[in-house]
Structure formats: C-alpha cells, structure tokens
C-alpha cells in the first residue's frame, strides 16, 4: 500500500508569484484536504476533495485553489503569494465518511520572500 | 476563535511513566475525535480516534477518554517510552457537510525521558 506523496519537498518563491503544490493519495483513497501549518501552530483546513469537486473550505482567500484528478491525486495552486503564505503545506487522503480518519503525506515546506 | 485548544505546549515524562495529553473544545457540534503525532519533517500519523458516543477508546499503549459534558478530551499513554517523544494534536470533525474537515489544537511537544 501506497502512502501519501507530495512534491516538491521544499520550495522558494518570491511574492507576487504563484506556486501549484502536488500530492498523490493513498490507494484506495477517494478524497484529498489540503492543510496549512504555520510555525508554531496546528494544521488549518484549506480545503477538501471528493469526486473531483470541492467539498468544504476553511477560511482562506479564493487566491487558494485546488484540483483533483480521476486517480485522486490532487493539486493546491496559490497565487499573487504573500510572506505570510510562508508555511508547511499538508496534504491528507481518506475515505469519504465517519470516522473521518486522513492520512497525511510529508508536506511542503513553502518560503515566500 | 480556537475551537480546539491544547493548553499545555510541553510535557516531560520519564520513560515507562503514563503521559496524559489533554485537549479542549468548544464546539459543541463536533462528532469525531482524533490524535496525530508529529515527528520532525514529516506528516502528522493518525494514532486514535473515537466517536462522541463513547467516552473511551483504547488501541494497545493508547487510550483516549472523552468527557462531552466537559468538552474535553485526553490522550494516556502508558507506558510511556522515548520513541514517544514529537508533538501530539488532537483533531475535531463535525458530521455530515462539516465532516472531515479536521480542526486541529496547537499541538502538545511530548519528551519521554529515559
């Protein structure tokens, strides 16, 4: 079994640009959320995947946005980045329903300068 | 508004002791527990869940009580040993279209002392 990937592992970019974050999910896995940990703190929800389409979102700006694939993979995208886009970006798989149990992959670590 | 707060930032324990990780939460719609530990430079790992209907789960060394009346929650570890050692989260779920959507504490960082 599979775990969860995400690419790349580390990644500097400038504010201003845009940036699209990866990540594979576990096999047998049919929905993605995507988490933002900021130094110090606990994830916080971005969003989340099922079937392709967005199924809930956490308290981020529409800059953030993502995809998923027909193979469950998925994809965060932010634009126009800001320093405090600077984080550790967590990518999690699961199966749609109770108990709600999501399996995280490494992350990327973003630096916005 | 932190809707799930882990008050203790660090706790030291002595190996083969009992660790008690605690969480508090606010929302009282929330259904599904969960604790993830976190090692340096990885993802967090799923360790325990439990649902709002039972107020104790237990997997092998790991036990998590739930109290809703309190809204609080805790994780024992017995024993405790120093693979344990990382930072402990707990996590929230709603149901329904709130499920899934993990709201987690600021993290407890756990050292087990040999």
């Known amino acids: 079994e599979t775990g969860v990937t995400q690419s790349p592992t580390h990644l500097i970019k400038t504010r201003g640009q845009q940036v699209t974050l990866r990540c594979s999910s576990q096999s047998g896995h049919n929905t993605v959320s995507w988490y933002q940990q900021a130094l110090g703190q606990g994830p916080q929800f971005i969003f989340q995947?099922?079937?392709?389409?967005?199924?809930g979102r956490g308290n981020f700006p529409p800059r953030f946005s993502g995809l998923q694939f027909p193979n469950y993979s998925s994809e965060l995208n932010v634009n126009a980045l800001e320093l405090d886009d600077s984080a550790l970006y967590l990518c999690?798989?699961?199966?749609?329903?109770?108990?709600?149990?999501?399996?995280f992959g490494p992350g990327t670590r973003l630096t916005v300068t | 508004d932190q809707q799930v707060k882990q008050n203790s930032p660090s706790l030291s324990v002595q190996e083969g002791r009992i660790s008690i990780l605690n969480c508090d939460y606010t929302?009282?719609?929330?259904?599904?527990f969960l604790w993830y530990k976190k090692y340096p430079a990885e993802g967090p790992t799923f360790l325990i869940s439990?649902?709002?209907?039972?107020d104790k789960n237990e997997d092998g060394r790991f036990t998590v009580f739930l109290n809703k009346s309190a809204k609080h929650l805790s994780l024992h570890i017995v024993p405790s040993q120093p693979g344990d050692s990382a930072v402990y989260f707990c996590a929230a779920s709603g149901e329904g279209n709130q499920g899934g959507k993990l709201i987690f504490g600021q993290g407890t960082e756990l050292s087990v002392k040999p």
């Open positions: 439990i649902s709002s209907i039972k």
């Open positions: 999690a798989s699961s199966h749609r329903g109770p108990p709600y149990e999501q399996y």
């Open positions: 929302n009282s719609m929330f259904d599904y």
């Open positions: 995947y099922y079937r392709e389409e967005e199924n």
